[in-house]
């Protein structure tokens, strides 16, 4: 009995101060050239709240476009105002910097996060008004401090500042004097991944039109790691946004990979849900601030804004069969093995041809792929190019070579299979996963029987080992398979006695 996608979330949050703060392209900046004239030019290049609103790809990340009327819009897109521009949309919200500072402390258990007093005052209604952050939220953030006591945690105790329109509005305090795993840098990462993790579990409770308590399980697959000197990975950050998510019934645990990660963990969930383990399973993952203006060297030098500036995030829940949503196909699993090697060509054979292959199906069979959706009016002035473009020529270039498709199809691919990229570069949230919303419509319209989500990540930025790495499964039509309700002792003992009276009528009627 195969598991189904009952809703998805997706959360963007926008960090202007966070990029110049705690990306790791500007951190490294201020060490090796404090005076960089990329870091006088970097605040002029900042974009307001309503721009990003405005921004074509962010407003396809959270439901209110689709990345088909996105890939009509003329490039770079950046240049171009979209006409919607709403904070929320079908699949999600955008969350201003001000009210996010309130949900970091929210999720601070350690009195770590100190805010302004006067800052609190003044965000904390708009903060409360979010339709998805109910009173036990607003219940948890303090009322502040006055901001002489900010600016000495900063000064004199290694705290990592937070700012808000370029003032010291806040910090948040190391965990330990002398453990590097716990500095205030690090911290911060884990509560911003924590605090956008919980905004999207959150808001995929109210998009998947569940109960809190319906979810049993949690997996988190973001690329932070929370431990201290003695063990450092440990975990568990998908526990800790749990429980101020308000998922009492939830147990959960960490899975990492990289780029890869969302698609390992789904594949997990996938398989938990399908082994009666659990019956619901939510698969999150909130954003890093390492990867904000990650690239900001080559938009500042090309005269772009700063198009890093957000953080993103998502939840997908998975459910037991109920014969209407889509399904996650465990038949058809991508695998990129220890023996594959990293060239393109075998990458694309063991994740997309192979398990299709081994089902009977040709890529014909599979109406829309979604590999790394990067937005490319990010990636393209960095270098990188249009990175899900490349996927999709490899692809279709290598079923030429297998006689799957005429040569003569290869330039409509993309246009017709591929899936346009709109995602942040925010690391793992690109890796496939942005486009399941989409293509849990498009299959439940009718649009689409099928689409393959291919996540890949290199596993040699741990500095253990040069493997690249990737995993890829199949979103199916739901075959219209329902898991069978549990009959309860009232029930049983009810059919029972229907039994047992229809039995003694039909004696004597045998007797007459």
């Given at each position: 009995?195969?598991?189904?996608?009952?809703?998805?979330?997706?959360?963007?949050?926008?960090?202007?101060?966070?990029?110049?703060?705690?990306?790791?392209?500007?951190?490294?900046e201020?060490?090796?050239?404090?005076?960089?004239?990329?870091?006088?030019?970097?605040?002029?290049?900042?974009?307001?709240?309503?721009?990003?609103?405005?921004?074509?790809?962010n407003?396809?990340?959270?439901?209110?476009?689709?990345?088909?009327?996105?890939?009509?819009?003329?490039?770079?897109?950046?240049?171009?105002?979209?006409?919607?521009a709403?904070?929320?949309?079908?699949?999600?919200?955008?969350?201003?910097?001000?009210?996010f500072?309130?949900?970091?402390?929210?999720?601070?258990?350690?009195?770590?996060?100190?805010?302004?007093?006067e800052?609190?005052?003044?965000?904390?209604?708009?903060?409360?008004?979010?339709k998805?952050i109910?009173?036990?939220?607003?219940?948890?953030?303090?009322?502040?401090?006055?901001?002489?006591?900010?600016?000495?945690?900063?000064?004199?105790?290694?705290?990592?500042?937070?700012s808000?329109?370029?003032?010291?509005?806040?910090?948040?305090?190391?965990?330990?004097?002398?453990?590097?795993?716990?500095?205030?840098?690090?911290?911060?990462?884990?509560?911003?991944?924590?605090?956008?993790?919980?905004?999207?579990?959150?808001?995929?409770?109210?998009?998947?039109?569940?109960?809190?308590?319906?979810?049993?399980?949690?997996?988190?697959?973001?690329?932070?790691?929370?431990?201290?000197?003695?063990?450092?990975?440990?975990?568990?950050?998908?526990k800790?946004?749990?429980?101020?998510?308000?998922?009492?019934?939830?147990?959960?645990?960490?899975?990492r990979?990289f780029?890869?990660?969302?698609?390992?963990?789904?594949?997990?969930?996938?398989?938990?849900?399908?082994?009666?383990?659990?019956?619901?399973?939510?698969?999150?993952?909130?954003?890093?601030?390492?990867?904000?203006?990650?690239?900001?060297?080559?938009?500042?030098?090309?005269?772009?804004?700063?198009?890093?500036?957000?953080?993103g995030?998502?939840?997908?829940?998975l459910?037991?069969?109920?014969?209407?949503?889509?399904?996650?196909?465990?038949?058809?699993?991508?695998?990129?093995?220890?023996?594959?090697?990293?060239?393109?060509?075998?990458?694309?054979?063991?994740?997309?041809?192979?398990?299709?292959?081994?089902?009977?199906?040709?890529?014909?069979d599979?109406?829309?792929?979604?590999?790394?959706?990067?937005?490319?009016?990010?990636?393209k002035?960095?270098?990188?190019?249009?990175?899900?473009?490349?996927?999709?020529?490899?692809?279709?270039?290598?079923?030429?070579?297998?006689?799957?498709?005429?040569?003569?199809?290869?330039?409509?691919?993309?246009?017709?299979?591929?899936?346009?990229?709109?995602?942040?570069?925010?690391?793992?949230?690109?890796?496939?996963?942005?486009?399941?919303?989409?293509?849990?419509?498009?299959?439940?319209?009718?649009?689409?029987?099928?689409?393959?989500?291919?996540?890949?990540?290199?596993?040699?930025?741990?500095?253990?080992?040069?493997?690249?790495?990737?995993?890829?499964?199949?979103?199916?039509?739901?075959?219209?398979?329902?898991?069978?309700?549990?009959?309860?002792?009232?029930e049983?003992?009810?059919?029972?006695?229907?039994a047992?009276?229809?039995?003694?009528?039909?004696?004597?009627?045998?007797?007459?």
């Amino acid at each position: 009995m195969k598991c189904v996608i009952k809703g998805t979330g997706y959360v963007l949050v926008h960090t202007p101060d966070m990029v110049i703060e705690n990306g790791t392209t500007q951190t490294t900046e201020r060490v090796v050239n404090p005076d960089s004239e990329y870091l006088k030019e970097l605040p002029s290049h900042l974009r307001t709240f309503d721009q990003v609103l405005s921004y074509w790809p962010n407003q396809v990340y959270i439901g209110n476009k689709t990345p088909d009327e996105l890939r009509d819009v003329a490039e770079p897109w950046c240049n171009e105002t979209c006409d919607v521009a709403d904070r929320y949309g079908k699949f999600g919200q955008m969350m201003p910097e001000d009210e996010f500072y309130l949900l970091l402390q929210a999720c601070d258990v350690f009195d770590l996060v100190e805010l302004d007093a006067e800052f609190v005052a003044g965000a904390k209604e708009a903060f409360a008004a979010n339709k998805v952050i109910d009173e036990t939220i607003v219940a948890r953030v303090k009322d502040g401090v006055e901001a002489s006591v900010v600016a000495d945690l900063v000064e004199n105790e290694h705290a990592e500042p937070l700012s808000f329109d370029g003032k010291l509005i806040g910090c948040v305090k190391r965990a330990h004097d002398i453990d590097v795993n716990l500095n205030a840098h690090t911290m911060l990462e884990n509560l911003v991944a924590k605090a956008s993790s919980v905004l999207a579990l959150l808001t995929v409770v109210e998009t998947a039109g569940i109960e809190k308590a319906d979810i049993e399980y949690v997996i988190d697959c973001c690329e932070e790691a929370c431990g201290d000197m003695n063990q450092r990975g440990g975990g568990n950050f998908a526990k800790a946004a749990a429980e101020i998510a308000g998922l009492a019934s939830a147990s959960g645990s960490d899975s990492r990979g990289f780029c890869a990660g969302p698609s390992h963990a789904l594949i997990e969930a996938a398989a938990l849900v399908q082994s009666g383990a659990y019956k619901c399973v939510a698969v999150t993952a909130g954003g890093c601030t390492a990867k904000l203006g990650m690239n900001g060297k080559d938009h500042v030098k090309k005269g772009l804004p700063i198009l890093e500036d957000m953080l993103g995030g998502f939840a997908v829940v998975l459910t037991a069969n109920d014969g209407v949503n889509p399904e996650i196909n465990l038949d058809i699993i991508g695998r990129h093995s220890v023996g594959t090697g990293s060239a393109p060509q075998a990458v694309i054979q063991s994740l997309v041809y192979d398990p299709l292959e081994k089902n009977g199906l040709a890529i014909t069979d599979i109406d829309r792929f979604s590999p790394e959706m990067q937005n490319p009016d990010i990636t393209k002035p960095a270098g990188a190019g249009d990175v899900p473009a490349a996927n999709y020529k490899m692809i279709a270039a290598l079923g030429v070579k297998k006689g799957a498709i005429e040569k003569a199809d290869m330039a409509n691919f993309a246009k017709e299979r591929g899936i346009t990229g709109f995602a942040p570069t925010q690391g793992h949230i690109p890796s496939g996963v942005p486009s399941i919303g989409f293509i849990r419509d498009m299959i439940l319209d009718g649009d689409i029987q099928r689409a393959m989500i291919i996540g890949k990540g290199s596993l040699f930025l741990g500095r253990l080992t040069n493997l690249f790495d990737g995993t890829s499964f199949v979103i199916q039509k739901n075959s219209g398979e329902q898991e069978a309700t549990a009959v309860n002792e009232d029930e049983i003992r009810g059919m029972v006695a229907r039994a047992m009276r229809e039995f003694a009528q039909s004696m004597l009627a045998d007797a007459e």
